[in-house]
């Protein structure tokens, strides 16, 4: 078991150990999607969903849920985060959000920008479900990370 960095000689959970580890330039880039009608996406295009602006309160949902990454995932590491930024393309049948993290430390942060997305994407169908309780959040993903011992990923497409 000892090749497991979250389990311990005697299987117990534990925390990695980052302390000897360099401080680098990291970078995640992650995304997912939330698939709606041509009346939700009007609605929220027009600001007339009832709760109020969908994407303005999505994008703070999201920058907040990475930066407590730590509190809602076990094991994972309190960062202090350089950026967070939150991206929104609607198209036709819903929209699709990116978010990437940025800091320079000793652990990656893939986790934060797969916890922003999929935070901002709860926020839009929280915001949109009187209107549209089947809207379907999909394809929550790593698109791309740098930095850190393993270098850069990308994701196939």
Known sequence: MSSLTHIDANGAAQMVDVGAKAASAREAVATGR???????LAAIADG???KGNVIATARIAGIMAAKRTSDLIPLCHPLMLDKVGIDFMVDDDGI????????TGKTGVEMEALTAVSIALLTI???VKAMERDACISDIRLLAKSGGKSGAWRASA
Request: hydrophobic share 50%; proline share 0%; net charge neutral.
């Open 34 to 40: 939330i698939a709606l009608s041509s009346a939700t």
């Open 48 to 50: 007339t969903m009832a």
């Open 96 to 103: 699709t959000v990116t978010a990437t993290a940025r800091l």
């Open 125 to 127: 169908y929280d915001m």
